[in-house]
């Protein structure tokens, strides 16, 4: 499987081990980290990780955990997610509050984005953020995205943002 590391970082594929699933539900625990995608019982995070491991096997990609490369602590999630309504990619990510304002969620981003229009050649890569995440806008707007429409994902509005591999190439 494939593994992404940057200076700081190591993103390794989200599995549906025991540790990655309390892990998953201890990281969506916090109100401040949960408030724009949710909080996770026991069972819906081991569905969740079923339909992150699915898209690894069909797809070749998926949601990775991001791990300190000096530590091996597990801090955040970053990937890449296939939305078949929408017939788009999106990369997403979300990290412990503990490691906010540290510019992890731009490296690691960074490199999701490098890797997918890289190596998997995918023309698009959209952002799907819920309104008042300034947080994740300001993420969007340091890798070069845009707004492209209002939408609505798991019953939740959010504004897609896109990014062309042409784009990122010029950023």
């Not at 109100?31 to 949710?38: K, L, S």
């Not at 490369?69 to 078949?84: P, Q, V």
């Not at 992890?104 to 998997?120: I, P, S």
Request: hydrophobic fraction near 40%; glycine fraction near 10%; proline fraction near 3%.
């Amino acid at each position: 499987m494939t593994v992404i590391t940057t200076e700081r970082l190591r993103l390794r594929p989200l599995t549906t081990s025991d540790a990655d699933a309390d892990w998953w539900v201890r990281l969506h625990a916090d109100d401040e980290v949960n408030q724009f995608v949710g909080a996770y019982t026991r069972e819906r995070a081991v569905k969740r990780l079923r339909d992150i491991a699915q898209q690894w096997d069909q797809r070749g990609h998926g949601l990775c955990a991001v791990e300190l490369k000096a530590t091996g602590e597990a801090i955040g999630r970053s990937g890449l997610h296939w939305w078949e309504q929408f017939d788009e990619t999106e990369i997403g990510w979300t990290f412990a509050r503990a490691h906010w304002g540290r510019g992890y969620a731009t490296e690691a981003a960074r490199a999701v984005l490098g890797w997918g229009f890289g190596t998997l050649g995918l023309p698009l890569i959209t952002a799907m953020i819920a309104p008042g995440n300034s947080a994740s806008i300001a993420v969007a707007g340091r890798l070069g995205f845009t707004p492209l429409r209002e939408d609505e994902i798991l019953g939740r509005p959010c504004v897609v943002h896109g990014l062309t591999r042409d784009a990122y190439a010029s950023v």
